[in-house]
């Protein structure tokens, strides 16, 4: 399994940087172009995809220790239920590298010595994102990196200590790999060979970028619209640095499908490609990041090849990263209805011969903002409770940036329904068949009827736990 930093998800951003992996895992297997994340931030995102619960399920809220990111909650809870602990009872030999949970390694939490269970080589990033000068935890040991580029940079040691994985292993029992690149969250350190690539290329001036959030949430209604050229120029710089990062990953994506097919088990092997949350670069004025309930945070990219799995399919029945856990688990023989998962294997989208299966109509989103309680002294005139400022005093986060909502993705209807948790309770509804890019707020527009079968949907999910979670009529 392959997964990488938060990325943007339209198909003309994976067309160009990540050719390779297109070709020998999306044509090769199967595309869903309907693949979201349950909440668009990196620490709940991945301890979703771990434990295969929404996040009121697993409690991490945020990227905070106080917001359970690998906290001892944490550790004691979910992270003991996760699937590779029930990989390893099936005798798989499990390897994990790269960027695990945000908080992993404070020693307040154990330090780089905690190693979660399930993982036979552990090869962890202590803290968030870096390329170079980090520390990893190596099977419970501190292993310190500097800044050479043979030795260090890390996207590359992830892919090489993966293909000793593969040769070390025992043949007698099958394995399971977990790439967690930083690539292409911040710093966005390119490799040396890729600096000055793409330096004519800007962010996609389409669809909501640079425009006014009109009848949107407060955090969505400050940004300076339009954006002056400071703003401008950052997100582009930042777009085309992220794009140089991903050259790295397509590389490792080649190398390891050249090295399955060496071994002979690439017709053996799923491989998945995914990521833990989208990203945005302009749209709604809003510079860069993620954390919002808009299509360009929510929706994540998703191709899978392996056994069964035809080749060139392009799926639209809706996935979350809630089913990747029990998809994994589907497809190592572990019986479903003994795990505690909220999410639903989609093995039988990719080979519905192998197994029969469900599409859900519609799912949750749902995240818990973040901010700092004194003033950004960098922004004084915008006050407390704001977090991730970046140029021209544009917060990206808020406390009252915490929502939840319903979207619905079936034939018939193609809607989000989201509710805050503020002083407002403000309220946003949009039609994605008529207005993909949710730029008209519609809910005074709406029938109050609908709207409340919308609010009662809602509630039923924010409190559902496994299979209530799956069917929910």
């Not at 040396?192 to 996609?204: C, E, L, T």
Request: aromatic share 10%.
């Amino acid at each position: 399994m392959l997964g990488h930093e938060s990325l943007h998800t339209s198909v003309s951003f994976l067309q160009m940087p990540m050719k390779k992996t297109k070709a020998l895992i999306g044509a090769a297997g199967a595309t869903f172009v309907n693949a979201f994340t349950v909440t668009p931030l990196c620490c709940p995102s991945r301890s979703s995809i771990l434990t295969g619960r929404y996040p009121h399920n697993h409690e991490v809220r945020n990227n905070s220790l106080t917001g359970n990111c690998s906290s001892t909650l944490w550790q004691k809870g979910p992270e003991a239920e996760a699937f590779p602990v029930y990989l390893n009872k099936q005798k798989y030999q499990t390897f994990f590298a790269g960027k695990y949970l945000n908080q992993y390694g404070k020693k307040e939490v154990g330090d780089v010595g905690h190693v979660p269970p399930g993982w036979d080589q552990w090869h962890a990033l202590v803290g968030n994102s870096q390329y170079y000068n980090y520390t990893l935890s190596v099977n419970g040991k501190a292993e310190k990196h500097g800044d050479s580029y043979e030795k260090d940079y890390l996207t590359d040691l992830i892919l090489n200590r993966s293909l000793s994985f593969l040769d070390e292993r025992s043949p007698q029992h099958p394995f399971f790999l977990m790439l967690s690149t930083p690539a292409p969250h911040s710093p966005w350190t390119a490799a040396p060979q890729y600096q000055k690539m793409f330096s004519d290329v800007q962010a996609p001036r389409n669809g909501s970028f640079n425009k006014l959030g009109k009848d949107k949430h407060w955090l969505l209604r400050q940004p300076v619209n339009p954006m002056p050229d400071s703003s401008i120029n950052f997100l582009d710089n930042a777009y085309r640095k992220r794009w140089q990062t991903l050259l790295s990953v397509d590389d490792m994506v080649e190398t390891l499908v050249k090295k399955l097919d060496s071994m002979k088990e690439l017709d053996n092997t799923y491989i998945f490609y995914t990521s833990d949350n989208g990203y945005h670069t302009g749209q709604f004025s809003l510079p860069i990041d993620k954390r919002q309930l808009y299509e360009f945070d929510i929706r994540i990219p998703l191709m899978v090849r392996g056994p069964g799995i035809k080749p060139n399919q392009m799926l639209q029945a809706p996935v979350l990263n809630i089913d990747l856990a029990p998809t994994i688990l589907d497809i190592s023989g572990v019986n479903l209805s003994t795990v505690n998962v909220d999410g639903q294997s989609f093995l039988a989208q990719m080979a519905p011969s192998l197994r029969n299966g469900t599409v859900r109509p519609f799912f949750l989103v749902e995240y818990t903002g973040e901010g700092h309680p004194t003033t950004d002294p960098a922004c004084p005139k915008l006050g407390p409770g704001l977090s991730q400022c970046f140029p021209d005093c544009v917060c990206e986060d808020a406390y009252n940036n915490t929502y939840a909502c319903v979207r619905t993705l079936d034939s018939k209807n193609n809607l989000q329904y989201c509710e805050f948790a503020d002083s407002e309770s403000f309220v946003e509804v949009y039609n994605l068949a008529s207005d993909p890019h949710q730029l008209e707020n519609i809910v005074k527009k709406v029938d109050p009827t609908v709207l409340q079968a919308m609010n009662q949907r809602l509630i039923k999910l924010q409190s559902c736990v496994g299979d209530s979670c799956r069917n929910i009529d």
